[in-house]
C-alpha cells in the first residue's frame, strides 16, 4: 500500500479550513459579492479523494465547492478574486463562489443548480472513452439532496451500461438545505441505490481522510487498469456552518449542537496535524497564512470587471 504524505494532506486540510474562515471573517463587510456554501467540517472528503488523482482527471462539483477546487489545485488567488467580484477571478467575475472553475487542473466547474454537474461528469468519462485516455478519470461530486434528482439516476444508469471511468462521491452530510435524509428518504440505503444499477459502492464512515484516499487510489487504479466501471462511494460528513452563508444555524430548531459534537472531536484537522513534528506543523501554518492574506490583497486590489465586459464571455 503506497502511503499518502501526512504533510501534503495536512497542508491541503489546513489551507481550505483557513481560507474559509477568513471568507466567514471577510464576509460582512460585503465585500464578497456572492453567497458563500462553506465546506468547513467537510474537507476530508475532498482532500482524501483530490489526493488520490493525477492533474489530467477531470472533477466536477457543486455550489460547495471550495474545499473540491482548492484541493483539486485550483488557483487560490483567483479563488478569492472571484468571490469580489473582481476581473482577475476564476470566471473573472461573473460567476462566483458557485461557479468555480480552474480547467487547468482539471476543475470542470460547478453549478448552483442541484445535481446538474453528475451527466457532464458522466459526459466527461464518455469523452475519456472514446478518446482512448488510458490513465485519465472522471470524478463525480455531489451532496445527499444530488440524490433526490431525476438525472441522478438516469447517470447512474448510463455510466453502468458503458462500463464508464467516472468516481462518484456522495458527500453526505444528512442535509439538503433544512431537511434530514429521514424526511427524504424510505430507506437510508443510497448506496445499495447504486449498487442496484450494476456498480460497486461502499460507505465510508467517520469524514476519515486516511480510508477516504485510499478508496479513492484503488479505485482509480481499478478503473484505469480496465479492471473496472464506475465505482460509487457515499462519504458520511458534517457540515458545521450554516446551509449559505458566514455563520451557524444551531438556533434554526432543524439540528442541534449536540449532533455537532462528534464531529468537532473527530476533526481530521487535529488529526492529521499531531501526525507531524510541531516544528513541520508550524511552518505549513505559517506558510499557508502567508498565501492567504496575498490573495486577499490581490483580490482587494483587483479591478472590477469593465462594463463593455457584460456580454463577453455568454453563451447565449
Ligand atoms: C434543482 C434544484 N432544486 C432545488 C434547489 C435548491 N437547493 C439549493 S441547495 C439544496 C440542497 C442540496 O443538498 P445536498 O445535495 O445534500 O448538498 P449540501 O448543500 O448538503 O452540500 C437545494 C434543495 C436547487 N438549487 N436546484
Ligand atoms: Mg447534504
Known sequence: MKSISHETLYRSLYRIRRVEEEIARVYPTDKIQSPVHLSIGQEAVSVGVAEALKPQDAVFGTYRSHALYLAKGGDLKKMIAELYGKHTGSNKGKGGSM?????????????????????????????????????????????????????????????????????????????????????????????????????????????????????????????TAGKSGPIFFECMTYRWRQHVGPGDDYDQGYRTK???????????????????????????????????????????????????????????
Open 258 to 316: 449536540k449532533e455537532l459534537e462528534p464531529w468537532v472531536k473527530n476533526d481530521q484537522l487535529p488529526r492529521i496535524g499531531n501526525l507531524l513534528a510541531p516544528k513541520k506543523r508550524a511552518a505549513i501554518e505559517r506558510a499557508v497564512e502567508r498565501e492567504i492574506k496575498a490573495a486577499f490583497a490581490y483580490a482587494e486590489k483587483s479591478p472590477f470587471p469593465k462594463v463593455e465586459e457584460l456580454f463577453t464571455d455568454v453563451f447565449a
Open 99 to 223: 461557479h468555480l472553475i480552474d480547467v487547468r487542473v482539471g476543475v470542470m466547474g460547478a453549478s448552483a443548480i442541484v445535481g446538474t454537474t453528475i451527466p457532464q461528469a458522466v459526459g466527461f468519462a464518455l469523452a475519456i472513452r472514446y478518446r482512448g485516455d488510458r490513465d485519465r478519470i472522471a470524478v463525480s461530486f455531489f451532496g445527499d439532496g444530488g440524490v433526490d434528482e431525476g438525472v441522478w439516476h438516469e447517470s447512474m444508469n448510463f455510466a453502468a451500461l458503458r462500463k464508464l471511468p467516472v468516481i462518484f462521491i456522495c458527500e453526505n452530510n444528512f442535509y439538503a438545505i433544512h431537511s434530514h435524509e429521514r424526511a427524504r428518504h424510505a430507506r437510508a440505503n443510497i448506496v445499495e441505490r447504486a449498487r442496484a444499477y450494476g456498480m460497486p459502492a461502499e460507505r465510508i464512515e467517520g469524514n476519515d481522510v486516511l480510508k477516504i484516499y485510499e478508496r479513492a487510489r484503488r479505485a482509480r487504479q481499478a478503473i
